[in-house]
């Protein structure tokens, strides 16, 4: 049988497959050459800037009594793959915190889930999460909404690619993909847009 971990892990993931609506928007970033390091700090705190531009994304919703909270706070469920199983541990108030400070505490949370330290308080209450694939392969996905969030962001493995600058000339660079899942029963089509699109400006904000 399933140990524990996994069997949880099994139970959520059927949960979301059976009460969410997906769907998934793909898009990629400009980080600029040399700007691999750091990305998942970098990527918490978009995801605080989308959450202000579009606040619909940071929401819990319960499809029982089709009711909908919306949050202030960004509470941020981090993706830790590990050796017996997935775990989503939360870095609580990432809205408050600067980017020096996001790292560490990232570190701390997979340490934890690691090492089988993770608490009850260290596991609870994510309004949005963020799934770092790329960090060991693949480029997009479709990553799954564990309810009640409405929303999970997942960064795919940053490749060198070509844009154009502003005279329309090619210039290399390191583009970041981003697979953008939300429930569809209270997500419109527009509002995850403006979401994904507030993901992109804030990490080639940062990138400049």
């Not at 099994?10 to 793909?26: G, I, K, S, Y």
């Not at 949005?128 to 960064?155: D, E, H, K, R, W």
């Not at 899942?181 to 509002?191: A, L, P, S, Y």
Request: aromatic share 4%.
């Amino acid at each position: 049988s399933l140990e524990p971990m996994r069997r949880a892990m099994a139970e959520n993931l059927a949960r979301a497959q059976r009460d969410v609506v997906p769907v998934t928007l793909f898009g990629e970033a400009v980080i600029g050459p040399g700007a691999q390091g750091g990305v998942t700090a970098r990527l918490v705190l978009a995801l605080v800037a989308a959450a202000r531009a579009e606040p619909a994304l940071n929401a819990w919703y319960d499809g029982q009594r089709q009711m909908r909270r919306l949050h202030d706070a960004v509470h941020v469920g981090i993706a830790v793959d590990t050796t017996h199983g997935l775990y989503a541990p939360v870095l609580h108030h990432a809205e408050a915190l600067a980017l020096d400070e996001v790292a560490p505490q990232v570190s701390e949370l997979r340490q934890a889930a690691e090492g089988y330290r993770l608490t009850e308080d260290m596991q609870t209450g994510a309004t949005l999460t963020l799934s770092n694939f790329g960090s060991l392969a693949g480029t997009f996905a479709t990553p799954l909404v564990i309810p009640p969030q409405v929303a999970i962001l997942g960064s795919g493995h940053a490749h060198a690619g070509v844009r154009l600058d502003r005279d329309n000339q090619p210039v290399g660079t390191v583009l970041l993909p981003l697979s953008l899942t939300v429930d569809h029963r209270v997500v419109t089509g527009g509002e995850a847009a403006r979401f994904l699109a507030a993901v992109i400006a804030a990490l080639e904000a940062a990138s400049a």
